[in-house]
């Protein structure tokens, strides 16, 4: 399975009710694995609202409790990207959010932090100088 090649597994999931249940599921699946393997495989979680967020029964803050993990990143939902695709362009060329989700996803595979944004960074930024 997953957990025997891999060192990091990515779950990536909408906010349907049936989709969470597989992701709990397989996260259970990938945590019972480590534990009679003794082998320590990194689970990261992402949440993809490929519809508006209101067209989903289950809420942002809902997703932790019913998945039984943390949800490590959202890609929010993005209007236009059918049309950037359909026009044969890369998303992450043409949207920033999207761009900023792939680089936070990139960031999480590698095992760098993700930087907060906000004032709170801004302002630790320009303390430390």
């Known amino acids: 399975m997953l957990v025997d090649t891999f060192d990091v597994v990515v779950i990536v999931l909408d906010p349907s009710v ?3 249940r597989n992701a709990k599921r397989l996260y ?10 003794s082998k320590r495989t990194r689970v990261i979680t992402v ?3 490929h519809r508006p967020e209101n067209a989903f029964v289950l809420q942002s803050a809902d997703l ?3 998945v039984g993990a943390d949800i490590d ?11 950037i ?3 044969g362009k890369r998303a992450h060329k043409h949207d920033r959010n999207i761009s900023r989700s792939m680089d936070a996803l990139m960031k999480l595979i590698n ?3 993700l930087e ?9 930024r320009a303390n430390n100088k």
Request: net charge positive; proline share 2%; glycine share 4%.
């Open 64 to 66: 932790k409790k019913y």
């Open 116 to 124: 907060s944004k906000g004032w709170t960074n801004w302002l630790k």
């Open 47 to 49: 949440a993809n609202y």
């Open 28 to 37: 259970e699946r990938i945590e019972n694995l480590q534990l009679t393997l």
């Open 18 to 20: 049936s989709a969470v």
């Open 73 to 83: 990143l959202e890609v929010a939902y993005c209007k236009n990207l059918s049309h």
């Open 85 to 87: 695709i359909i026009d």
């Open 111 to 113: 095992g760098q932090p």
